[in-house]
C-alpha cells in the first residue's frame, strides 16, 4: 500500500478575513501534487499550517507526525522553498551553508557544493546581488542539501522566467526520480504545473473545490461550447461551472458521461489546468 508523505484532514485556520475551511488531501508517496489557486486562495497559509509555521485546527501529517508537534522529528525529511528569499541579503553561499550546517544533522557540504555549480551560483557574491532567479536556485540548493525526502514549494517557479523555470522544473523531476520522494508544489502557473504534476488540487477562497489525478483530470473534463438552447437541455448536475459570453455558454463538464458520448455532434473540447481554474474561479454554478 503506497503511503502518504502528507495527510491533512479538516484542516481549518482563520484570520479575520479568511478561513481555510476544512481542507482534506493528500501527497501519496513518489508523486509530485500541484496545490493552484488564484492569489489570495489560501496556498501558502495551508502549507503554512502543515508546517506549523502558523496555528491551525485539525489533522495534519508528515510522515505520519503532526509536524506543529513534532517538528524536530520530521524537519530533516523536509525540504521547504518559500516564494521570498529567507536568507540575510548580506550573505553568501558560504554563510548560509554555515546557518544550514547547524540546522540539518544530515547537511551534505558535497552536495550543497555540487549544486551551487550546477545552479552556476557565484560564491563571492551576496546574496543582495543575485537575480531572483539565482535566490530561487540557492534556496532550491539549500533545500536539497540535507537530502530531504520531501520538498514543500511555494510558488517556487513564480517571476522567473520560461528558461529557468524549465530548469527548476527539472530540478524536481529529477529529485522524483527516486520513489521515496515527493513535492507538494504550489503555483498559479498552470502550465508548470501540466508539466510535473501527477494530480492537481484546485483551491479557491480557502475551499478544496476539485482535486484529482491529472490525467485523470485533464480526460476527463471538456469545455462544451452551446447556444442556449443546448444549455437549456443540460441537467443542472452535469454543469460543473459555466460561463456565457457573446457567443453563447461554455461549460466545464464531464465529457465521458453518457449524455455527452450519446451528442457526438456537440463541440466538446479539451481543457489544460488553466481552463479548468479560471472556469471554477469565475464561472457560475447552477447546482
Ligand atoms: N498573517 C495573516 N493575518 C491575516 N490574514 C492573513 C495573514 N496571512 C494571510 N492572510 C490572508 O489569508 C488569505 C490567503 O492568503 P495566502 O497567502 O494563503 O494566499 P495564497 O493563495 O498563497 O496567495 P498568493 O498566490 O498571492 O501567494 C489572504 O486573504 C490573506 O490576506
Same mark, same amino acid.
Not at 495551508?46 to 485539525?58: A, D, E, N, P
Not at 554555515?98 to 557574491?125: H, I, T
Not at 461550447?225 to 463538464?253: A, H, M, T, W
Given at each position: 500500500m503506497s503511503q502518504n508523505a502528507i495527510f491533512v484532514k479538516d484542516l481549518c485556520k482563520d484570520y479575520d478575513s479568511f478561513s481555510l475551511d476544512h481542507l482534506n488531501f493528500s501527497v501519496p508517496q513518489g508523486s509530485i501534487v500541484g496545490f493552484v489557486g488564484e492569489n489570495g486562495a489560501g496556498k501558502t497559509?495551508?502549507?503554512?499550517?502543515?508546517?506549523?509555521?502558523?496555528?491551525?485546527?485539525?489533522?495534519?501529517?508528515?510522515f505520519g507526525k503532526d509536524a506543529r508537534e513534532q517538528e524536530l522529528e520530521i524537519k530533516e525529511q523536509i525540504g521547504v522553498v518559500f516564494d521570498e528569499n529567507?536568507?540575510?541579503?548580506?550573505?553568501?553561499?558560504?554563510?548560509?551553508?554555515?546557518?544550514?550546517?547547524?540546522?540539518?544533522?544530515?547537511?551534505?557540504?558535497?552536495?550543497?557544493?555540487?549544486? /551551487?555549480?550546477?545552479? $552556476?551560483?557565484?560564491?563571492?557574491? *551576496?546574496?543582495?546581488?543575485?537575480?531572483? !532567479?539565482?535566490?530561487?536556485?540557492? @534556496?532550491?540548493?539549500?533545500?536539497?542539501?540535507?537530502?530531504?525526502?520531501?520538498?514543500?514549494?511555494?510558488?517556487a517557479t513564480s517571476g522567473l522566467d520560461p528558461i529557468v523555470r524549465e530548469e527548476i522544473l527539472d530540478i524536481f523531476l529529477d529529485f522524483i526520480q527516486d520513489e521515496q520522494h515527493s513535492i507538494l508544489f504550489s503555483s498559479h502557473i498552470t502550465s508548470d504545473l501540466d508539466k510535473i504534476a501527477d494530480y492537481v488540487i484546485f483551491i479557491h477562497n480557502g475551499k478544496?473545490? /476539485?482535486?484529482?489525478? $491529472?490525467?485523470?483530470?485533464?480526460? *476527463?473534463?471538456?469545455?462544451?461550447?452551446? !447556444?442556449?438552447?443546448?444549455?437549456? @437541455?443540460?441537467?443542472?448536475?452535469?454543469?460543473?461551472?459555466?460561463?456565457?459570453?457573446?457567443?453563447?455558454?461554455?461549460?466545464?463538464?464531464?465529457?465521458?458521461?453518457?449524455?455527452?458520448?450519446?451528442?457526438?455532434?456537440?463541440?466538446?473540447?479539451?481543457?489544460?489546468?488553466?481552463?479548468i481554474m479560471l472556469l471554477l474561479v469565475r464561472g457560475k454554478e447552477t447546482r
Open positions: 497559509t495551508t502549507l503554512k499550517s502543515i508546517l506549523g509555521i502558523v496555528s491551525s485546527q485539525g489533522l495534519a501529517q508528515v529567507h536568507f540575510y541579503e548580506c550573505f553568501k553561499p558560504k554563510q548560509v551553508e554555515a546557518v544550514m550546517k547547524r540546522m540539518y544533522r544530515n547537511w551534505d557540504s558535497g552536495c550543497f557544493g555540487r549544486y /551551487l555549480k550546477e545552479f $552556476k551560483l557565484p560564491e563571492q557574491k *551576496t546574496i543582495k546581488e543575485y537575480s531572483r !532567479g539565482m535566490k530561487m536556485k540557492l @534556496s532550491i540548493a539549500a533545500a536539497l542539501a540535507h537530502h530531504p525526502k520531501l520538498l514543500i514549494l511555494d510558488e478544496i473545490v /476539485l482535486q484529482q489525478d $491529472k490525467a485523470l483530470l485533464l480526460d *476527463t473534463y471538456g469545455l462544451l461550447k452551446c !447556444g442556449r438552447q443546448v444549455f437549456d @437541455s443540460l441537467p443542472r448536475e452535469e454543469i460543473v461551472r459555466y460561463r456565457q459570453n457573446g457567443f453563447g455558454y461554455e461549460v466545464l463538464v464531464d465529457r465521458t458521461h453518457r449524455l455527452f458520448r450519446a451528442h457526438p455532434d456537440w463541440v466538446i473540447d479539451p481543457v489544460s489546468i488553466e481552463d
